[in-house]
Structure formats: structure tokens, C-alpha cells
Nanobody, 120 residues
Framework: QVQLIQSGGGLVQSGGSLRLSCAASGFSVVNHAIAWYRQAPGKDRELVGTITRAGVGTIYADPVQGRFTISRDSAENSVYLQMNSLKPEDTAVYYC?????????????WGQGTQVTVSS
């Protein structure tokens, strides 16, 4: 089954850190780009950052540049979002997202979402 399963998140004080995990099944995160999005209450879903296929790199949105880091573990077939120096405006539901190409068919896959709450 092709899916992304998230873990991590929770409540943290401003300035704190959290790490989110996104475990893939049915496809390899090494061969596909994985993105992180977030959606705050009353706002549109926005891109946080992307880790491209292995050997290419990462891209971050301006609001999180320098504070968030996306990484990949091929052995765990997982992607991680390390969030440091968290701010109340980072409060949102975070989602990982991929478009694996399997048997010549591309399909969109979203994680189930993880709540991150940053208190001031």
C-alpha cells in the first residue's frame, strides 16, 4: 500500500524545537521528492519546504528558512522535519506530501497530518 505515515508534533513553548517524521510505504523516499506543508486555522495550506530526490537538495519557504531542516533516512525510508526556534505563528497542522511514480502511474499521497502548537 502506498502511503505516508506521520508521527511527532505536539505542544512546545516559543523558542523550542520539535521533529516530525514521515514514513513511506510502497515507494522509496530516496527516488522521490517529499514536501512538507502546513495549514493554520482559517488559512490556506502553504508549502514549508521540499527535499528533492537524493543528491539534489532542499528548498525552504522564507518564513522557515534557517530554522527548519528537512532530512531523509534511506534505511528507515523516512523524511524528517526538524523545527527549531519555533514561533507561535508556526502553529498549524503539518502534512508531508509526495507524488510517487509507480508502474508508470503518478499518484498524490498525503500524510494524515500532525498538529504543532507553539505557545507564547
Amino acid at each position: 500500500q502506498v502511503q505516508l505515515i506521520q508521527s511527532g508534533g505536539g505542544l512546545v513553548q516559543s523558542g523550542g524545537s520539535l521533529r516530525l517524521s514521515c514514513a513511506a510505504s510502497g515507494f522509496s523516499v530516496v527516488n522521490h521528492a517529499i514536501a512538507w506543508y502546513r495549514q493554520a486555522p482559517g488559512k490556506d495550506r502553504e508549502l514549508v519546504g521540499t527535499i528533492t530526490r537524493a543528491g539534489v537538495g532542499t528548498i525552504y519557504a522564507d518564513p522557515v528558512q534557517g530554522r527548519f531542516t528537512i532530512s531523509r533516512d534511506s534505511a528507515e525510508n523516512s523524511v524528517y522535519l526538524q523545527m527549531n526556534s519555533l514561533k507561535p505563528e508556526d502553529t498549524a497542522v503539518y502534512y508531508c506530501y509526495g507524488v510517487p511514480r509507480i508502474d508508470s502511474v503518478s499518484r498524490e499521497v498525503w500524510g494524515q497530518g500532525t498538529q504543532v502548537t507553539v505557545s507564547s
